[in-house]
């Protein structure tokens, strides 16, 4: 007889301290979110499996409805076990998690869209191999009442003969292939892939993936009986994982399929753990980039959800983070110190924090405003430590045709302008960000601002249209600024296209002039950062002599080393250094 819903609840609560000691009762995990009905855990994120891991917030959620459907009421420390495995074995963490299902995608060409099932499939008979013979814990029975072999299909045949391997059950106990030898060979590996690699389980993985690519060829709709046991859809949802922009040196030896990994084969011709990967064309050692698309696409694939713009954004900023420096800062003679002039009457409306209680109580024991509370009166009086005032930043990117789209392709221009703005908001300046193309396509932060993603939102955008200077956002920013205003250096990141400065903007006026008067007003100097392949343009000369400092690049990758030593140029005795 089914228990009611509030007794099946409080027994899984009561099982939840007994999985917890099967793993560590000391863990960061809450207690686990028990749902009545399927409703309730749809709203908490869970759908299509009767149980998930939240690895963001450290969360197990189970839908008790789904359970009872299965039949699984009585396998509370088994599930509530498995969960928890998924948060101390693998994935982990959320960075783990991604990088999962970046290793496996590596072995799954053409198929990527069903890493993110494989690595739970994986993960799964990691975490599941421990519990059972560890552990003596009923896994295998909880495959029985799912009854997975029902739907049929070579993959699952594949994938149940592995827990049988794995435990020594007999042939088709858990619906697992029975006399098919191809099936059983694959089987076999892949129990040898489970254990071998227990420990190093993203290398374990990316053999996996390649082991099951054909049962998935075969077969994607297989997949669909997969509902249940995936509780690792969404486990990365709300999550930053980090480190995903770059490519791991160890991805070089991923897509090796087992029988050609000695480690699982046990041959003696190679060396212990030596691929033919590696032997054949050696380690890479890092410092590759991956494209911003699948950086994207990894990032979805373990359930961060975000926009292409929100995408790129995450994924400039962490390519700059290393190359981050204080940006330079113009030294003022001397600092202003407040020094105590003397007391006046607090009023109703000044702060709590201006309140001289001695003086006050000192006058009179009741506190009376404006007329026996007092307050103290500062004036400013020249210091000794100097007084740094950061340089605001106004910086132009090309966004033509000739430019790479950010959000799909890595954009060195996009990238340099990261760098150098973040390293601008580190030391307090503000920043004004625009991005260009053609006439009438031109986004720009709202004004100068301090706001990082409002920045990275306009770096990170596209045109790819025509070439023409926004010259009126430089002539409006500078027409009437205040010769009080905080310094700003001018900075272009273009190629030949940023001649088009130099035009006559739509109200007749010429482009040197506005040039010339932007320099004037900004009194922190310019800068063009302009991918040329020759020196002789007629435009070049004449700018160097209006004022700017011109520093080519042969290719764009060389704009990131610009845009560092830029960052990191000092200009004790002025601005004027940070044109030289």
Known sequence: MSLPDAELIERWRDDWPTALAHWSKYTRLHDPLLCARSIAAAHLGLSGSFAMIRLADKSVVIDLEAVRRHGLEDYGVEILAHEIGHH???????????????????????????APLVANLFTDLLINDRLKRQHGLRMDEIYRCLEISDTGGQLWSFYLAIYEELWSLERGALGGARDDAR??????????????????????????????????????????????LFDTRDAGAGSEPVGLSDIDAEEDGDGIHPMDDPAITGKT???????????????????????????????????????????????YREQALPHLVRFPARMQSRSSEPQLEGLEPWEF?????????????????????????????????????????????????????????????????????????????????????????????????????????????VLTGYFGGGTAFPIHQLRETYANRAD???SVHILQISDDGISTMFDT??????????????????????TMALNLWRDTYGWLEPARAQGWAIETVTSFEQLIDFARAFAQRAYASGPEKLTT
């Open 88 to 114: 101390i074995l693998a994935p982990a963490t959320p960075t783990d998690h991604a990088r999962l299902i970046t290793r496996i995608r590596k072995g799954l060409p053409t198929l990527e869209v069903h």
């Open 183 to 228: 099936v059983l060979g694959d089987a076999w590996l892949g129990a040898r892939v489970v254990r071998i690699y227990a420990r190093d389980w993203l290398i374990g993985a990316s053999r996996f993936a390649t082991l099951i690519l054909p049962y998935l060829v075969e077969d994607t709709k297989a997949l669909a009986a997969a509902a249940n």
């Open 269 to 315: 011709d190679d060396q212990p753990g030596t691929t033919q990967s590696e032997k054949g064309h050696g380690r890479n050692q890092g410092g590759q980039r991956r494209e911003p698309f699948e950086f994207g696409e990894i990032l979805r694939a373990s359930g961060v959800i975000l926009t292409d713009e929100q995408m790129a954004a995450r994924y």
């Open 349 to 457: 409306g000044d702060s709590f924090d201006e309140i001289d209680w001695l003086s006050t109580l000192t006058q009179s024991p009741h506190p009376v405003p404006g007329v026996t509370m007092l307050k103290r009166q500062y004036g400013q009086e020249p210091g000794e430590t100097p007084n740094v005032e950061p340089i605001d930043l106004d910086l132009y990117v090309d966004s033509s045709g000739s430019m790479p789209n950010p959000q799909q392709r890595i954009s060195y221009l996009t990238l340099a302008g990261a760098i150098i703005a973040l390293s601008a908001l580190r030391t307090g300046a503000r920043v004004q960000a625009s991005l260009w193309s053609g006439k009438r396509e031109l986004i720009c932060t709202k004004g100068f601002v301090r706001n990082e993603d409002e920045i990275l939102a």
């Open 484 to 486: 009080d205003a905080r």
């Open 505 to 526: 903007d739509e109200r007749g006026n010429s482009g040197w002039d506005i040039a010339a008067m932007a320099l004037r007003k900004a009194r922190g100097g310019g």
